[in-house]
């Protein structure tokens, strides 16, 4: 899996779905996924109990060693991609999996005819396939809509867009302190 001593990307179509990472034994079912994003952004815990938790989350008691446990957890989360540097970091957050939650499970069904509730899907499998939902779905018009640049409209028009796109959008509850550590977090 290395080439001149650098980690190869994950490839979906190539490689089988990981079961670990290092020989650890990782649980790698989307809700697992889901739950490990949620842990990370729960601003009722500290820093340290978000990551700790996600890291449990993952391994559950075959917690590896810290520093092989978080690059494992950051590799988890990107899908086995290494992080991009040709690629713009930050931004505003499109979707949230609490909020859209059933944006999501409708998006999914409308897109594949999968009932996510019913499903088995590894993480890897389930974000490939939310990255690829079809484009008139209602995760992907909620996530137009967040993106619309309202900053060249006018009056009426532009009090719309910025209306439903309050309606569309949970309000942030992040102070500027904790979004830099969550974004240094996944920028390793």
Same mark, same amino acid.
């Given at each position: 899996?290395?080439?001149?001593? !650098?980690?190869?990307?994950?490839?979906?179509?190539?490689?089988?779905? /990981?079961?670990?990472?290092?020989?650890?034994?990782?649980r790698?079912?989307?809700?697992?996924?889901?739950?490990?994003?949620?842990?990370? !952004?729960?601003?009722?815990?500290?820093?340290?109990?978000?990551?700790?938790?996600?890291? $449990? &989350?993952?391994?559950?008691?075959?917690?590896?060693?810290? @520093?092989?446990?978080?690059?494992?957890?950051s $590799?988890?989360?990107?899908? @086995?991609?290494?992080?991009?540097?040709d690629? /713009?970091?930050? +931004? /505003?957050?499109?979707? $949230?999996?609490?909020?859209?939650?059933?944006?999501?499970?409708?998006?999914?069904?409308?897109?594949? +005819?999968?009932?996510?509730?019913?499903?088995?899907?590894? $993480?890897?499998?389930?974000?490939?396939?939310?990255?690829?939902?079809?484009?008139?779905?209602? &995760?992907?018009?909620a996530? !137009?809509?967040? +993106?619309?640049?309202?900053?060249?409209?006018?009056?009426? !028009?532009?009090?719309?867009?910025e209306?439903?796109?309050?309606?569309m959008? /949970?309000?942030v509850?992040?102070?500027?302190?904790?979004?830099?550590?969550?974004?240094?977090?996944f920028?390793?």
């Amino acid at each position: 899996m290395t080439h001149s001593g !650098q980690v190869q990307p994950f490839n979906i179509l190539l490689d089988p779905l /990981p079961d670990s990472y290092e020989g650890y034994l990782i649980r790698t079912d989307y809700r697992i996924g889901i739950q490990i994003s949620l842990c990370l !952004q729960d601003m009722d815990l500290t820093q340290n109990e978000r990551v700790s938790e996600a890291l $449990w &989350l993952l391994y559950g008691n075959g917690v590896p060693p810290f @520093g092989t446990a978080l690059e494992g957890l950051s $590799w988890f989360l990107s899908c @086995g991609q290494p992080k991009r540097d040709d690629v /713009p970091s930050g +931004g /505003p957050q499109r979707f $949230w999996f609490d909020y859209d939650h059933a944006r999501i499970a409708a998006s999914f069904y409308k897109t594949y +005819g999968v009932k996510l509730h019913r499903e088995r899907l590894h $993480w890897f499998e389930f974000m490939a396939m939310l990255d690829s939902l079809d484009e008139d779905s209602s &995760l992907s018009n909620a996530i !137009q809509l967040r +993106g619309t640049d309202t900053s060249q409209m006018k009056g009426k !028009q532009r009090a719309q867009f910025e209306r439903a796109k309050r309606l569309m959008t /949970p309000p942030v509850r992040y102070t500027e302190e904790e979004e830099a550590a969550i974004e240094a977090f996944f920028n390793q």
